[in-house]
């Protein structure tokens, strides 16, 4: 499992608070569709929120001209921020997801968080492939960061998003004392293009670049291993074959 530095993450999430906060109205629609909320309250004033942003092509391309408008950028530093922004957080090999929790009242134990959510990609169930380890620590007031989840098959190196389906986010319950053990539900509609790997430009295909170049050394290893163990039982078969034919020519 690849890890992400405390570095990239602070950079994605000054990033989207940035581009978010100065976004051009015309961007808005965009990047509220892939933003959802759910909200708890007690009857002690105690009060939860869990706000979950996909990061879509839609949503980054949005992120992306509203940043490139507000800085007067040319079409090539467009493309390389993009570059930059995508290979920072991995999102060529992660369904990426930003979090925004408020836990007012109770405190809030979330550890260990890998195990207090999950998300179901059509009809399979995934655990976090890795997240900001802050959310391990006991919550009281806001806290905000990266979750990511495998967007490619392990074994097949195939893209989990490869036709329209639902991307559901389940949160447990006891997440927060506040919500009474009530399962958090986050659901988008997803069509294949909506991967940031669908994103059009020359940032999308260096990325693909990279990701091909990863899976090629994977497979080369694999291969070399195989091969190993593909002479280890030709050797065994050739002295099984030279034993019997000394035992038939005694």
């Known amino acids: 499992m690849w890890k992400i530095t405390k570095a990239l993450i602070c950079l994605a999430i000054m990033v989207f608070f940035c581009g978010t906060a100065g976004a051009a ?8 569709r892939w933003t ?10 105690g009060a939860f929120t869990f706000k979950a ?8 391309e949005a992120l992306m001209r509203s940043e490139a408008e507000k800085n007067m950028w ?18 060529d090999d992660n369904i990426a997801v930003h979090l925004e929790i408020e836990e007012l009242g109770p405190t809030a134990h979330m550890s260990p968080f890998n195990e207090m959510l999950a998300m179901w990609i059509g009809k399979t169930k995934y655990a976090p492939s890795d997240y900001d380890k802050r959310f391990n620590m006991p919550l009281q007031g806001k806290i905000d960061g990266m979750v990511f989840f495998p967007r490619y098959d392990e074994k097949t190196g195939k893209p989990l998003l490869n036709r329209k389906m639902s991307l559901r986010l389940v949160v447990n319950g006891a997440i927060s004392p506040v919500i009474n053990n009530r ?11 909506d991967a940031p790997t669908a994103i059009s430009g020359t940032a999308a295909d260096r990325l693909e ?6 899976r090629m050394e994977k497979l ?4 070399a291993d195989l091969q190993s163990q593909l002479d280890a039982k030709n050797q065994e078969i050739k002295e099984i074959n030279a034993r019997i034919e000394e035992l038939q020519n005694k």
Do not use: C, H, Q
């Open 25 to 32: 109205p015309k961007y808005d629609a965009m990047l509220a």
């Open 36 to 45: 959802k909320t759910e909200s708890g309250k007690d009857d002690f004033g």
């Open 53 to 60: 942003t996909l990061y879509t092509a839609e949503y980054i």
């Open 74 to 91: 040319t079409a090539s530093e467009l493309e390389d921020y993009k570059y930059n922004f995508l290979k920072g957080l991995n999102l």
């Open 183 to 193: 399962e958090l539900r986050f659901i988008w509609d997803v069509e294949a293009e």
């Open 209 to 214: 670049v990279d990701r091909l170049l990863r």
């Open 220 to 223: 080369t290893a694999e291969k």
